[in-house]
């Protein structure tokens, strides 16, 4: 419902259960309550609301939200809250002070009221409220009162307040995150730099491997080759035995004599090398 320029004209009421003196039934005092709780508990709203503004506010929630078949002026709404916020600031001077005329203890009318506010930090000390008032029901219309035309909203905390808690807890949450994020950097820096050692030492073991097997294969070269060269000598040393062999076999009667003098120097050569060796 959105809040009009204008307020209706014509306030009336319908029977109701719960109505009790006046104009106003129970059902519409604890709505009242609860409008005024709503709006000026808000933190959002901000602590100082104009006071037209702020009643404004109050008489479009208490609109939106009357079941009960009545309609209220803003004016009426601010009259009744005056004197639900005077009595239930008052409430122990009504248990402790009589009635200058009869004598006796006065009844408190906003029981129920009082269950819901009580708690409030408004309503929560009283006695330092009502300071400085005699303690008598005739005191009660000063408590409370406000002829600034400014409303004063008391609650636990408020919007700038709020923000600062808010802006103090981001900044705790930014600083914890900060921290964090370096604690993460520093371990990931060490495990890198862990990581870099570790792929060094590997090279470097790798390296030394590396010169090992080099060895190795020329140490097993240098085998293959002197294993090569003496297969060489040997077969060289079979093929001459061999030749040698067909020379001192060799039948050289048929021979002239030069020739049959020739192969008897080689026989003869080669049993004087046999014998050296």
């Known amino acids: 419902m959105s809040i009009q320029e204008s307020f209706p004209e014509v306030e009336t009421i319908t029977s109701n259960s719960t109505k009790r003196g006046g104009n106003f039934s129970v059902d519409e005092d604890n709505l009242l309550v609860s409008a005024w709780l709503n709006i000026g508990m808000d933190a959002a709203q901000g602590t100082d609301q104009r006071v037209e503004r702020f009643w404004e506010k109050i008489w479009q929630y208490f609109c939106e939200n009357n079941t009960y078949g009545t309609t209220r002026f803003v004016s009426s709404l601010q009259s009744r809250w005056g004197n639900i916020n005077r009595e239930t600031n008052a409430k122990e001077l009504y248990k402790a002070s009589p009635a200058p005329t009869t004598g006796k203890k006065s009844a408190f009318a906003f029981e129920q009221c009082w269950v819901v506010l009580k708690n409030q930090p408004k309503w929560s000390m009283p006695k330092e409220r009502s300071k400085g008032f005699p303690h ?142």
Do not use: C, W
């Open 136 to 277: 008598t029901p005739s005191s009660i219309d000063q408590v409370g009162s406000n002829d600034d035309d400014t409303m004063v909203v008391e609650r636990p905390i408020g919007r700038k307040a709020e923000k600062a808690k808010r802006k103090r807890t981001d900044g705790d949450r930014g600083f914890e995150d900060y921290l964090v994020k370096k604690l993460q950097y520093i371990e990931e820096s060490h495990e890198q730099e862990k990581e870099a050692l570790r792929i060094k030492a590997d090279r470097v073991r790798v390296d030394a491997q590396r010169v090992d097997i080099e060895k190795e294969r020329l140490h097993l070269e240098t085998i293959r080759e002197a294993k090569r060269d003496d297969m060489k000598k040997d077969r060289l040393r079979l093929e001459i035995i061999r030749e040698e062999g067909k020379i001192m076999t060799m039948d050289t009667s048929g021979m002239n004599d030069r020739e049959r003098l020739y192969f008897e120097n080689l026989k003869d050569q080669i049993l004087a090398r046999q014998q050296l060796e």
